[in-house]
T-cell receptor, first 113, second 113 residues
Framework: NAGVIQTPRHKVTGKGQEATLWCEPI?????VFWYRQTIVQGLEFLTY????????DSGMPKERFSAQMPNQSHSTLKIQSTQPQDSAVYLC???????????FGAGTRLSVL | GDSVTQKQGQVTLSEDDFLFINCTYS??????LFWYVQYPGQGPQLLLK?????NKGISRGFEATYDKGTTSFHLQKASVQESDSAVYFC????????????FGKGTQLIIQP
């Protein structure tokens, strides 16, 4: 069991460029979550899917952020027109049974210059 | 909305010292409470879960207890080791309200050899 796999581990973009972050959940897990981690804000919920369907995206900044889960083996988080304040570690997690135990990936560190 | 307050940003101890980290929470219903631990370069991983039914959880030498009267829960360990150096997060799942896991800001535990 390789755990939750996130790629890339580090991504550097210029201001205004697009960034796509990838997540491969643990096989058989039905729920996938995205969080953003910064020193100032800590762990912030962004969105989550259950059985590939979007359930709650209330934590997503509306205009530039989007998330998809086209199949059970991967999810993507896309940030359009990246801004310096988007710099953070983006964490993906999966779970067998919704919120009871989340298994996090190592995260993607996004740096917007 | 739900909130979790973790005031201790950093705790520095020596090996074999007693560890105590406290969290307070605010929610309108009966929560399930969690402690997650994050080692450098990794995502958070579940350490302990405490429900209102059992009031206590124990794992890997750590003990978590919950006090409904003071709406607080804490993490303790009798004798810390250098390998316990990590960031510890408390988290709240509001089982009757918004379906999400809300994290505290984290406590960095530094163990001096």
């Amino acid at each position: 069991n390789a755990g939750v796999i996130q790629t890339p581990r580090h991504k550097v973009t210029g201001k205004g460029q697009e960034a796509t972050l990838w997540c491969e959940p643990i096989s058989g897990h039905s729920a996938v979550f995205w969080y953003r981690q910064t020193i100032v804000q800590g762990l912030e919920f962004l969105t989550y899917f259950r059985n590939q369907a979007p359930i709650d995206d209330s934590g997503m900044p509306k205009e530039r952020f989007s998330a998809q889960m086209p199949n059970q083996s991967h999810s993507t988080l896309k940030i359009q027109s990246t801004q310096p304040q988007d710099s953070a570690v983006y964490l993906c997690a999966s779970s067998l049974d919704n919120w009871n135990t989340l298994y996090f990936g190592a995260g993607t560190r996004l740096s917007v210059l | 909305g739900d909130s979790v307050t973790q005031k201790q940003g950093q705790v520095t101890l020596s090996e074999d010292d007693f560890l105590f980290i406290n969290c307070t929470y605010s929610t309108t219903t009966y929560p399930t409470l969690f402690w997650y631990v994050q080692y450098p370069g990794q995502g958070p991983q579940l350490l302990l879960k405490v429900t209102t039914a059992n009031n206590k959880g124990i794992s890997r030498g750590f003990e978590a207890t919950y006090d409904k009267g003071t709406t607080s829960f804490h993490l303790q360990k009798a004798s810390v080791q250098e390998s316990d150096s990590a960031v510890y997060f408390c988290a709240l799942l509001n089982t009757g309200g918004a379906d999400r896991l809300t994290f505290g800001k984290g406590t960095q535990l530094i163990i001096q050899p």
